[in-house]
């Protein structure tokens, strides 16, 4: 992956069929998607079960873009191996999930993966401070993780801006999760944000027998987000 602010479009496939996951990667990849999203949830970190290493396994030969896996899990280090052989090109694990961050992110690289470190809407962003330098992504959450279809919380774009300033010229992207339509990407964008994962906005009124909407909910998306980048 050749670094770039350009702003991509990351659609959550927990917005999409449960039963054509495969058909659905394609059909977002075909319509425009940059990167495939994928929420993983426990039951114990964010209250929610969705996938695990399995199906990350499964949906690996579909994506022919970038598989982004989201670790909402506790602990995080046991699993790490697992989404390696998985396929996962980038790891992500939540700064609140353990003690032990930096030992998480040194694994998640020397497991071939590109790392990521994630921050819940109430935690500052000096959490993720001393670890800037081990990292491709800071994921900045604009809802409570757990669920799709949450409300944006606006709060979160003086964060977004505060953790651009913070990362300066390193190569680190900022990705936003929760809320991101093409109402809020030009908000979030305009911050620092340069990866949008967007679930039901992507989703809404699409299916694999009309895919184009699919393509038309992308490019309304990225129409916003370019109009903020400049």
Request: hydrophobic share 50%; with cysteine; proline share 7%.
């Amino acid at each position: 992956m050749t670094f770039s602010r350009t702003p991509k479009i990351a659609p959550s496939i927990l917005s999409a069929d449960f039963a054509a996951f495969g058909q659905e990667i394609r059909a977002v990849e075909d319509q425009g998607a940059d990167w495939i999203h994928v929420d993983v949830m426990d039951g114990h970190f964010v209250p929610n079960i969705t996938f695990g290493a399995p199906a990350c396994a499964a949906f690996r030969p579909h994506v022919k873009t970038v598989m982004d896996v989201h670790l909402m899990i506790a602990p995080v280090d046991s699993f790490i191996d697992d989404f390696a052989k998985a396929g996962a090109d980038i790891l992500t694990a939540h700064v609140e999930a353990g003690p032990h961050i930096h030992r998480t992110l040194q694994a998640i690289r020397a497991a071939g993966m590109r790392p990521g470190v994630a921050l819940n809407p109430g935690t500052p962003i000096e959490a993720v401070a001393g670890v800037l330098d081990m990292v491709d992504l800071v994921l900045v959450m604009t809802v409570n993780p757990g669920f799709g279809g949450q409300k944006f919380i606006a709060s979160q774009i003086d964060k977004i801006a505060s953790l651009r300033a913070m990362i300066g010229d390193r190569p680190i992207h900022i990705e936003v999760d929760g809320g991101i339509d093409p109402d809020t990407a030009p908000r979030v964008v305009a911050a620092g944000a340069d990866v949008l994962v967007a679930g039901s906005a992507v989703f809404r009124g699409g299916s694999l027998a009309a895919p184009d909407v699919y393509g038309r909910n992308i490019a309304a998306i990225r129409k916003a987000a370019q109009g903020a980048a400049g």
